[in-house]
């Protein structure tokens, strides 16, 4: 059980690792094309 959730761990800690190199993504990149149709 104990091999069972640290290899759950790993997975989160990958996963959050992953979404924090998208996250920094979007923040970089510019969003006129999406302003159009946030505000009409």
Known sequence: MNAQLAGTNAEL?????????LGAGLARRPHRRDEPRVRP
């Open 13 to 21: 800690a990958r996963t959050n690792a992953e979404l924090d190199v």
